[in-house]
């Protein structure tokens, strides 16, 4: 059974930074795809962020344009964990983030969210001006 746990949130300032991690247990290997999203306030549907996915030897990672050179994604492997590092936070980065988990690799959208077919809880990410 696939899990996703998420945990690292709060709450910061304008500027500030976060490090979010998703304890990934269920499935072997490092190829399926695992990215991070996000819902904000009032909205349904949720924001790709950053997500990753193996081909071979080459690792393909992709950023909403809203967060490129902000956060970074990456991968433990030995710790089968996943972290979002978020810099530079601003008010519109509110929002609870989920990790997910797709059923293998990705060629096509890595950050929408009907690719993926597991997730976690959420954690929640607030960010004052």
């Known amino acids: 059974q696939v899990q996703l746990v998420e945990s690292g949130g709060g709450s910061v300032q304008t500027g500030g930074s976060l490090r979010l991690s998703c304890g990934v247990s269920?499935?072997?290997?490092?190829?399926?795809?695992l990215g991070w999203f996000r819902q904000a306030p009032g909205k349904e549907e949720r924001q790709g962020v950053a997500?990753?996915?193996?081909?071979?030897?080459?690792?393909?990672?992709n950023y909403a344009d809203s967060v490129k050179g902000r956060f970074t994604i990456s991968r433990d492997n030995a710790a089968n964990t996943l972290y979002l590092q978020m810099n530079n936070l601003k008010p519109e980065d509110t929002a609870i983030y989920y990790c997910a988990a797709a059923g293998g690799a990705l060629a096509g959208d890595r950050l929408l969210q009907e690719n993926y077919n597991f997730w976690g809880q959420g954690t929640q990410v607030t960010v004052s001006s």
């Open positions: 997500a990753m996915s193996l081909f071979g030897i080459r690792i393909f990672i």
């Open positions: 269920g499935f072997s290997g490092g190829s399926r795809a």
